[in-house]
């Protein structure tokens, strides 16, 4: 299990999270929602090792790793995407994959390999030699995820990531992002803003409002919430 527990982060005024405890359990994808600043991503920097919870602990599989830097967390298997992050412009895009797994110690021909596995799933593998700087905007954020699997990891924090993509580009990326769990061992905390998706994708949902866990249960349960309905998909639906 991955858990954060009893999570709070303050910048200067602003409690950006409050006592915050939520678990991605094994073979699980948890999605993460709430409006704009309601403290998703400090939340995934919490878990990920970018950001100090004060107070509050971060476990991965029993172990405290709360002071553990984010590069050690990486090792231990857990890796992220950033909201718009950039692929290498001058690498290919295959060797933008083969990335993490060198720094993760697999050599180089048998990485490539991997790089060209994870881009055949996500139907890209015509695109292994281009460069990263010439892709499109929705090609550039499914190469990010294969990048990111490209460590194998056991969980995998997503930052939003289907942010400006069209809706068939997402739909598409929900379907990949759910055969995650199954296909490479790996659960997923998810960040979106398009509810249908979450919904559709993820086990369970964890609902954050002004730095507070709102909610967190089944979509069914979190659908039916008069809180969450009230602070949040009601204002957006
Ligand atoms: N590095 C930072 N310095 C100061 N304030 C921050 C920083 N990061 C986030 N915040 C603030 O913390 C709150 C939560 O931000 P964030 O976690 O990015 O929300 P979300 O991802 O849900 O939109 C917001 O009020 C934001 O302005
Ligand atoms: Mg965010």
Not at 20 to 29: D, F, L, M, N, Q
Not at 34 to 59: C, D, I, R, Y
Not at 131 to 138: M, N, Q, R, S
Request: charged share 20%.
């Amino acid at each position: 299990m991955l858990q954060a527990i009893g999570v709070s982060v303050r910048f200067g005024g602003v409690a950006a999270l409050t006592d915050v405890t939520v678990a991605v359990a094994p073979g699980e994808i948890v999605g993460l929602i709430g409006p704009n600043g309601a403290g998703k991503s400090t939340l995934v920097n919490v878990m990920s090792g970018f950001q100090h919870p004060m107070p509050g602990q971060v476990f991965l599989n029993g172990r405290n790793v709360t002071r553990d830097k984010a590069h050690e967390r990486a090792i231990r298997g857990i890796s992220r995407t950033f909201q718009a992050a950039r692929l290498f412009a001058n690498l290919s895009v295959a060797q933008n994959i083969a990335v993490p797994a060198i720094a993760h110690g697999h050599p180089p021909a048998e990485s490539e390999r991997l790089a060209k596995d994870l881009l055949a799933w996500m139907e890209m593998a015509g695109l292994a030699d281009q460069k990263g700087g010439a892709l499109a905007y929705a090609e550039e954020r499914k190469v990010a995820i294969a990048r990111s699997l490209a460590a194998q990891p056991s969980y995998l924090l997503l930052d939003e990531p289907a942010a400006g993509m069209s809706e068939a580009d997402a739909n598409y990326l929900a379907e990949k992002i759910r055969e995650i769990p199954g296909r490479f061992g790996c659960s997923v905390l998810l960040i979106e803003h398009n509810i249908n998706m979450v919904m559709n994708v993820c086990d369970r949902v964890a609902v954050l409002n002004f730095g507070r866990l709102l909610a967190l249960g089944t979509p069914g349960e979190i659908l039916e919430n008069e809180a969450v309905v009230s602070a949040y998909l009601g204002e957006s639906e």
